[in-house]
């Protein structure tokens, strides 16, 4: 696990540790020293820390004029003993909204598990974004089966069209374009 680092292609144009407006503004990475792990696994430095013993984070584009934010995953998304989701929102999200982020694409490719609860702060976080929205990308056929399970498919938008970006080729504000299209055709058939 501490082989996988966040994807760095973007941050010649993004760096979440030199945006004032980002929840991670001058945080400082030591690559000399690994100290996060999950379940003693230790992860890349590189990774973000939200409050979770479980599930870390990067966020790999934010903009503030198009409201979109581009974040990574790594971990196991545990609701059920660490409520996972209370701190990514109450650590991240919130920020992120307050500061006009109204469009979410949350990549998943390095979630291992999850694990469910109430879908309260995944519903909290749908009425925060009121006409944008939040997508899931990359995530595992048997996670997404889980959020089915717990509901969470009324809140975040995944599978389809969604599973087949090649969103590391994309600039993010082209992948915004992809995304929000989708999106815009998957509402005008309802």
Same mark, same amino acid.
């Given at each position: ?23 991670? +503004? ?12 999950? +379940? ?23 903009? +503030?004029?198009?409201? /979109? ?7 196991? *998304?545990?609701?059920? &003993?660490?409520?996972? /989701?209370?701190? &990514?929102?109450?650590? /991240?999200?919130?920020? &992120? ?67 087949? /970006?090649? *969103? ?6 082209? &992948? ?15």
């Amino acid at each position: 696990m501490h082989d996988i680092e966040p994807f760095y292609r973007w941050e010649s144009i993004y760096s979440a540790n030199e945006d004032k407006q980002s929840p991670f +503004y001058k945080k400082e990475y030591d690559f000399t020293m690994y100290r996060n792990d999950i +379940y003693g696994y230790y992860i890349h430095p590189y990774w973000d820390e939200i409050g979770s013993e479980t599930l870390y984070m990067k966020l790999l584009f934010a903009d +503030y004029r198009h409201h /979109v934010a581009v974040m990574e995953m790594i971990g196991e *998304w545990n609701d059920t &003993l660490h409520n996972d /989701v209370m701190h &990514l929102k109450r650590n /991240v999200i919130d920020y &992120l909204t307050q500061e006009g982020i109204k469009y979410f694409i949350v990549i998943g490719e390095n979630i291992m598990n999850f694990h469910g609860s109430d879908d309260c702060y995944y519903e909290e976080w749908f009425d925060d974004v009121e006409d944008g929205w939040i997508t899931a990308i990359g995530f595992r056929d048997f996670v997404l089966d889980e959020w089915k399970k717990y509901n969470i498919d009324s809140f975040i938008n995944f599978g389809g069209n969604l599973e087949t /970006v090649n *969103w590391r080729t994309m600039h993010p504000l082209k &992948l915004f374009q992809k995304i929000n299209e989708e999106i815009s055709r998957r509402i005008s058939l309802t």
